[in-house]
């Protein structure tokens, strides 16, 4: 198991379903991670803080509820200073929530295969 991943909350949520749902519920998570990595792109380059505060705090809740706590900790640093960071200081920390989506995701397909 990744370290990004509390493997106690991954097995959890795998202890509460049939493992065809467990499956469905990672592909719904990816889904929904790159609907938000979408959103919070555009709100980025909108420059809109309170869409970005918004859906920091999403991805945020997603992440923490598959376990992913490195994702969900990127997230929540986004969040945070949503309204007082930087451009750049924002644009590095979407860089880094990418890269660790990227890497969360990819963990996930290789634990389904």
Known sequence: MPKAF????LEALRDTMT?????????????????????LDRALREGDRA????????????AGNM????LSALAAAM???AASAS????ATRFDALLAEALATQAAL???MS
């Open 6 to 9: 509390d493997a106690s909350r």
């Open 87 to 90: 451009p750049q200081t924002q």
């Open 19 to 39: 493992a065809e749902n467990f499956v469905r519920l990672v592909r719904l998570f990816g889904d929904d991670l790159g609907l938000r990595l979408g959103l």
């Open 79 to 81: 969040e945070a200073d």
């Open 67 to 70: 376990g992913a706590v490195v």
């Open 51 to 62: 869409a970005t505060q918004a859906t920091a705090h999403a991805i945020r809740g997603l």
């Open 109 to 111: 397909d290789r634990m």
